[in-house]
């Protein structure tokens, strides 16, 4: 099958291995994390900090990690951020275990995942086509986010099933035991070979950036759609991240399970996604596909704050992962074949930095609004704006023209 081609590369195999196992942990923390912050402090605004904490040191020192994955092997870079992450984690599952956890150890904690995820991200990025042929890198890309998101189905159920059973501490212990878990799967890689890495070799962090930045500055097609996803996380991330277990439990009057549910239902509809897009080895019109999938995300964001039955929330959540997976999917491609290997650390930084700079303005602002206005409207209006802006974006020859 053409999907399964990448896993005949050991190097990839390992990596995905690795990071299957740790995106289970992830949604098993996700899970635990909202709830403990629901039980805790009963505030949205009290959530969307904990997520600005995270949020916030990734933006500041993306640009470096960019400069530091393409001068160093990104695999030891990979290594050290899973033990980082694991350390961290198993300290918050220490805490919990002992009754002594406060918001503000997991202040603490999301400062150092953000740190953290600030070189994970591009590295991962950068990796996958120093280990892998051109024409395996669509469904390399399609088997890592078909993983994610077969963790995120399994997560958020069997997170809600622990937290139900064994408590929050439980879903945080676990999520540490799986960045070692993936720390091992990482570490045979550390024989391949690093040619071109520089190391601190003659580095001007000054010049470094710069080179990164004109590479994004001078194709449309790169600036544009960092812009105007940087707009987008603010009005759907947002809205998912702080406002869903609040619509879960005030709008709809449910618990937990269904909060997983609606998760799992994003996740399978990644997973589909993933799926069609896998098929291919060569993909076309990708400015049309992947801003068509951004307006089909707003109009998924808004019907979870109409007023329909909850089985119209998980079709509303299927069709909006599908359409996140698409857009990323053929954007995750488009810049591992468009961007020069020895800037695409940078270029996979900045993206980062220019996707999320203003998300934890988001975050900030779907807590205010839902504990102002509620859940629901917080959706309405994030969606409306989404399909909006989107629509915008398509004007521009560079995005239509795409290929």
Known sequence: MQLIKALSFRQFTLIWSGQTISR??????RIALSWWVLEKTGSAAVM????????????????????????FSRVKVMLVSDLVRGLVVATVAGLSFSGRLEIWHIYGASIFFGLVSAFFQPAYTAVLPEILPAEALPN???????????????????????????????????????????????????????????????????????????????????????????????????????????????????????LGLIYSFMSAGSVLGALWLGRYARLRKRGLIAYGAWIVTGLAILAFGLPIPFE??????????????????????????????????????????????????????????????????????????TAVLTAVGLLHPAIRNLD
């Open 48 to 71: 969307g900090t904990v997520l600005i904490f995270s949020m916030t040191p990734m933006l500041i020192f993306s640009l470096f990690g960019g400069v530091a994955v393409d001068r």
């Open 312 to 385: 119209g929330v998980l079709a509303a959540a299927l069709v909006n992962g599908f359409c996140l997976s698409l857009f990323g999917l053929v954007w995750t491609n488009t810049l591992q074949e468009m961007v020069p290997g020895h800037l695409l650390g940078r270029v996979a930084s900045i993206d980062n930095i220019g996707s999320f700079v203003l998300l934890p303005v988001g975050f900030g602002l779907s807590g205010l609004l839902t504990d102002q206005f509620g859940a629901a409207w917080v959706f309405i209006g994030g969606g409306v704006i």
């Open 140 to 258: 390399a890309n399609s088997l890592t986010s078909l993983s994610t998101q077969i963790a995120n189905i399994a997560g958020p159920a069997l997170g809600a099933v622990l937290v139900g059973l064994g408590g929050t501490s439980l879903g945080f212990a676990l999520d540490a035991v799986s960045f070692i878990a993936s720390a091992v799967c990482i570490f045979p890689l550390l024989s391949l070979p690093q040619s071109g890495k520089a190391g601190w070799k003659g580095l001007h962090l000054t010049r470094e950036l710069l080179t990164g930045i004109r590479a994004v500055t001078g194709s449309a097609w790169l600036w544009i759609t960092i812009a105007i996803a940087a707009l987008i996380n603010v009005t759907v991330s947002g809205p998912i991240s702080v406002a869903l277990p609040f619509l879960v439990s005030d709008h709809l009057g449910r618990d937990v399970g269904s």
């Open 24 to 29: 289970l942990g992830d949604n098993l923390y």
